[in-house]
């Protein structure tokens, strides 16, 4: 390799680690930066609320790095980012809820300046002289991506988190064409969710939690205390479709949870019917509105989900 064409994958955390994402990549003068997520601190880390990437390396080369793209919107992803943007000031590319949930997290850090621009799935952007494509992802989140990013010297893919999840609950599937087209053209250098990837066997469609959940409802006399990850918001979704099912309220505890349910009701990606949600939490989101709400009572009839 040719000291004029020299291209480096540089990982800042969440390589052989849970969370605190953040990948560089670096062509020449150009860098690049993948996510920007934080971590929990061990139990030997007292007084310490959490733990971000030591992104050192980027203030150093700040001259260099023109965008940061952001694969999906949970705190392993972006997290960062109010300390990052603090310090860098560069534009960040993600989709449209992604950027809602870091405009509320940078808003409650106080960070005033920042450029966010918004993107989709099957979007292409050109960077100095790399071009990078935003492929559509499956997991708990909507809007996650899969990024393939074309250099010089081959195209790396960068395939996010992600789930090969057949009946996924928004009904967006991972875009496992495009990740065979390009296997087909050729890939340099695949970086690759290996969560659990050790254990053997598949795992079961998020569907599929939605059916217990649908029987939790259903066999509970009294109240159901109900505990998921904050921007898991397919299962909250379910969750919400059983109580709108046998009638029931939600009532959301905690800031996080409260802000996400907020964010995702407001742009469209969690629904619910009026006075189903207390007034702590919103009620937008139209549930007439939503694009898969026949899919998903054709879904519920096809597999009976009520007990016999």
């Not at 001259?63 to 960040?92: F, R, W």
């Amino acid at each position: 390799m040719s000291r004029t064409k020299k291209l480096q994958i540089i990982p800042l955390g969440g390589l052989g680690e849970i969370g605190k994402n953040m990948t560089v990549i670096r062509y020449n003068q150009e860098i690049l930066v993948i996510d920007a997520g934080l971590s929990f601190p061990d139990e030997d880390m007292l007084g310490i609320d959490l733990v971000i990437p030591d992104y050192s390396y980027l203030l150093e080369n700040k001259e260099m790095v023109s965008a940061i793209l952001i694969t999906h919107g949970h705190e392993d992803h972006i997290g960062a980012l109010p300390y990052l943007l603090k310090d860098l000031n560069v534009p960040v590319y993600g989709t449209k809820l992604t950027i809602g949930i870091i405009k509320a997290r940078l808003e409650e850090a106080n960070v005033k300046k920042a450029t966010l621009i918004e993107i989709k799935a099957g979007d292409s952007i050109k960077l100095g002289t790399l071009k990078v494509e935003f492929i559509n992802g499956s997991h708990s989140i909507p809007d996650s991506l899969g990024l393939a990013i074309h250099t010089p010297l081959g195209t790396i893919v960068h395939t996010g988190d992600f789930k090969l999840d057949h009946t996924p609950v928004s009904g967006d599937i991972l875009d496992i064409h495009k990740y065979s087209e390009l296997g087909y053209k050729g890939v340099l250098f695949l970086l690759s969710d290996s969560t659990n990837v050790e254990r053997p066997g598949f795992t079961k469609s998020e569907r599929t939690v939605g059916e217990n959940i649908d029987q939790v409802f259903f066999n509970a006399k009294g109240r159901i205390i109900f505990a998921t990850f904050a921007s898991n918001i397919h299962r909250l979704q379910q969750a919400i479709t059983a109580a709108v099912k046998y009638d029931r309220k939600v009532a959301a505890a905690g800031r996080s949870i409260v802000n996400v349910i907020n964010i995702a009701a407001e742009l469209g990606y969690l629904y619910t019917v009026p006075n189903t949600l207390f007034p702590s939490t919103a009620n937008t989101g139209c549930w007439s509105n939503m694009p898969s709400w026949r899919r998903i009572l054709e879904y519920r009839r096809k597999i009976s989900l009520s007990p016999k």
